[in-house]
């Protein structure tokens, strides 16, 4: 398997999950609005605070989700004061784009 292969299968890794699945695609309309998502204090009507009231999750496994995303590369995240804001990967997006779109997809070597 090539790098590329690697990432996708460790990104579908951790997407294979349910609750990770909607964290990551909360995210990604959250990005697509131009809008960073606070974790830690999520302001009222943010697309992450209504996925994760959705799924009634605990803090702790919010925090272990998003960590397995950032383990994969498919999120991002930066600490200001308290808060800790995550942001799609834009390469890894692009390379799941190009996945499913059958784009530039190159054979394992």
Request: proline share 5%.
């Amino acid at each position: 398997m090539n790098k590329d292969s690697d990432m996708l299968a460790k990104a579908f890794r951790s997407l294979a999950n349910p609750n990770r699945l909607k964290i990551y695609q909360a995210f990604a309309r959250s990005w697509d609005e131009g809008r960073q998502t606070s974790v830690d204090e999520v302001p009222a009507g943010c697309l992450l605070a209504e996925a994760i009231k959705r799924l009634n999750i605990g803090a702790p496994t919010v925090s272990h989700h998003i960590r397995e995303l950032v383990d994969a590369g498919l999120i991002t995240t930066h600490r200001q004061g308290r808060q800790l804001f995550c942001a799609i990967e834009p390469d890894m997006r692009e390379q799941l784009r190009r996945f499913f779109t059958g784009a530039e997809v190159t054979p394992d070597q």
